[in-house]
């Protein structure tokens, strides 16, 4: 869920200190070696045993006596994928002469700096560990457990573990960015030219003034040469709608993280951070829907930096495939007609393209962005697999044909510029003659 | 037995730079300067170090190597102090000097404890009742150095490095404590061959007072490590 709390700091009472196994054996074997050396009128072993109480005796005496409690704190629970942040372990109150080791275990799409987890607390009692974050989504921070040694390694308190920590790793969206118009737009405060004139930056015609008309919008050339007053009239900027339906049905390919080849889940999710991105600072609004992922809130109309973090935010959460009863239905109602629907899909499930073609025959404007990795049919390492994702992008080539023909594009996904082509066309479309019935 | 090297800046509190510069790689192209929760990160050089890695066990830290190699030398300059305090003695003793290695693994069990009374049982029985030596000022040296690095390594994990702070102050330590071997030397030393006139009285006195001491600092069973 989106609402899900994660947990950034952390703390708890590491316990009592406890006499260690050297300890032990300073103080047995002074003792026994004091009393041998007595008895058996030995002075050398009073020698050998002379440093061995002392340690026994400075490790007692030096004993802590405070509880201690171990806390933790996450410098940035948020970050993009391949972001870097830091995890600082205090123990307070802080230890005098005390070895303080910090130990966080290993887990899944956390890098840990330094590699073994290891970190030792420094005279104020504080360790700072490095994390790296290698795939997007909620992430579980390894258990971090804490230990303290006093003085000649007599007494230790721990290891204790503390309670986990969270972090979200944003998708890092790939370069995407088009310079095509969005179809439709009619809002109010966007960049996208309209077709009524009024306000905005696009040039319309130069016209005779009219009582309301501002004066930096007078054309001198053609006022002074006509003898009256004109202006250069622009078109207004409006605002458009995008809606994004992202299939989560299922994740192709192995799982290699920032570092690696991307999986089917991957390029759909930074391809929808990308274009959430481009469209939301342009102004324009944007709604999220997702199929076939549970306990993902659908994300409502909205725009601006803050609807981006919502975004972002919701594509973290998404895990695949933990709902495969989902047919899309909920989805795809109520969307704005006047919207642009970018559904992002591998094409696999077949449930996408029937609502593909569900949305188009709502007379929506919907493209098809085809998030299909392609190093799954050109893996050397693996021919036979290689050889099972092309026949089955055969049996897939009759579905995209089916959608082409019905009018929808389906564009596979490049990165920039990868919509250009078919939003000129839809914008062409838009424009051109069309019959109607009278 | 493998040896893995590990390319990090393991100095605490540099994040795990991924890239040259730190930052997440060219992919981030699409994004700006007013990217939502963005992480910097500085630039730092990293270091590398190496781990050793025994058949299936966990992996080795050079400092706990090292920590297990002066502990075996603690025990080396023990024998060679009973050897020539005793005069010498069978050559299957020095196999002990493995055992501290062998056991690097158990640095925080009674396995130590263990070795350590073999080791004085063998200097009472092999050196001379009533002599006195000053072999025994290096075998309390090698005692005490094996201690004091059985103990720091069971204070970490094995792949723990070694801080140069905690190395200084554990040396201190050590430094402290065998001046105190020097002291009971020397006035052992001073004391050897002279009557000192002291009764049973005095014995008993000295070994009441030797059981307070241990009664001071009774403690609870040490703790297992985990």
């Known amino acids: 869920m989106v609402s899900q709390r994660r947990r950034t700091t952390t703390e708890r009472s590491l316990g009592d200190w406890h006499p260690t196994a050297a300890h032990a054996r300073a103080v047995i074997l002074a003792s026994v070696c004091g009393v041998a050396a007595v008895l058996g009128r030995r002075p050398d072993l009073l020698v050998i045993a002379a440093p061995l109480a002392v340690a026994a005796g400075w490790g007692h005496l030096a004993r802590p006596r405070a509880a201690v409690t171990g806390r933790a704190a996450l410098g940035d629970a948020t970050l993009r994928e391949g972001g870097v942040t830091t995890l600082v372990v205090h123990a307070d109150p802080p230890v005098r002469q005390a070895d303080g080791v910090v130990t966080l275990a290993s887990t899944a799409w956390v890098e840990r700096k330094p590699a073994s987890g290891i970190a030792r607390l420094d005279d104020d009692g504080v360790a700072v560990l490095g994390l790296r974050s290698l795939r997007w989504g909620r992430h579980r921070v390894g258990t971090l457990s804490l230990t303290l040694t006093s003085a000649w390694g007599a007494f230790r308190v721990g290891p204790t573990d503390l309670p986990d920590l969270d972090i979200c790793a944003l998708p890092l969206p790939s370069a995407f960015d088009t310079s095509a118009p969005t179809p439709h737009p009619r809002g109010i405060v966007g960049q996208n030219r309209s077709s009524h004139p009024g306000s905005g930056t696009e040039f319309n015609t130069i016209r005779r003034f009219h009582p309301g008309d501002r004066l930096r919008r007078i054309h001198w050339p053609v006022s002074l040469r006509t003898g009256d007053l004109h202006v250069t009239s622009t078109f207004s900027d409006e605002d458009a709608h995008v809606f994004l339906l992202v299939d989560a049905y299922s994740d192709l390919g192995p799982r290699e993280g920032i570092d690696g080849r991307p999986t089917s889940l991957d390029v759909t999710v930074r391809a929808a951070g990308a274009i959430s991105e481009h469209f939301l600072r342009a102004n324009d609004r944007l709604s999220l829907r997702t199929v076939g992922a549970a306990d993902v809130a659908p994300i409502g109309v909205g725009s601006g930096n803050h609807h981006l973090r919502r975004v972002l935010d919701t594509l973290a959460s998404i895990a695949p495939a933990t709902e495969r009863r989902d047919e899309g239905e909920h989805a795809i109602r109520g969307v704005d007609p006047m919207a642009l629907c970018l559904v992002l899909s591998p094409l696999i499930e077949p449930t996408m393209v029937a609502l593909a073609h569900t949305l188009a025959s709502r007379g929506l404007t919907v493209i098809v962005v085809d998030t299909f990795p392609e190093h799954l049919v050109a893996n050397p390492a693996n021919v036979h697999e290689s050889l099972a994702w092309r026949i089955r992008l055969l049996s897939r080539a009759a579905q995209v044909h089916s959608l082409t023909s019905r009018g929808v594009p389906v564009v596979p996904w490049r990165g920039p510029g990868s919509l250009d082509h078919v939003l000129r066309d839809i914008a062409r479309r838009a424009s051109a003659p069309r019959m109607s019935r009278r | ?226």
Do not use: K
């Open chain 2, 1 to 226: 037995m493998s040896e893995q090297p590990t390319h990090h800046g393991d100095r605490p509190g540099s994040p795990p730079d991924g890239r040259p510069d730190g930052r997440p790689d060219s992919r981030a192209g699409g994004s700006s300067a007013e990217q939502p929760a963005v992480t910097a990160s500085p630039s730092r050089p990293a270091t590398s170090y190496r781990t050793l890695r025994l058949g299936a066990g966990p992996e080795w830290s050079s400092g706990q190597l090292a920590l297990g190699a002066v502990s075996t030398g603690g025990a080396a300059l023990f024998l060679v102090a009973l050897y020539f305090a005793a005069g010498g003695f069978d050559l299957i003793w020095w196999l002990l000097v493995l055992v501290p290695v062998l056991t690097l693994s158990m640095a925080g069990s009674g396995m130590s404890l263990g070795f350590w009374a073999l080791m004085l049982y063998g200097w009472f029985l092999l050196t001379d009742s009533g002599s006195f030596t000053w072999w025994s000022l290096p075998a309390a040296a090698g005692l005490l150095v094996s201690h004091a690095a059985t103990a720091l390594s069971a204070s970490m994990p094995p792949a723990g490095q070694l801080a140069s702070a905690a190395v200084h102050r554990w040396g201190r330590l050590i430094g402290i404590a065998f001046s105190a071997a020097a002291v009971v030397c020397c006035a052992a030393a001073a004391i050897h061959g002279r009557s000192l006139g002291l009764g049973p009285a005095a014995y008993v006195i000295g070994l009441v007072g030797l059981a307070a001491g241990v009664w001071l600092v009774r403690t609870n069973p040490p703790s297992q490590p985990h």
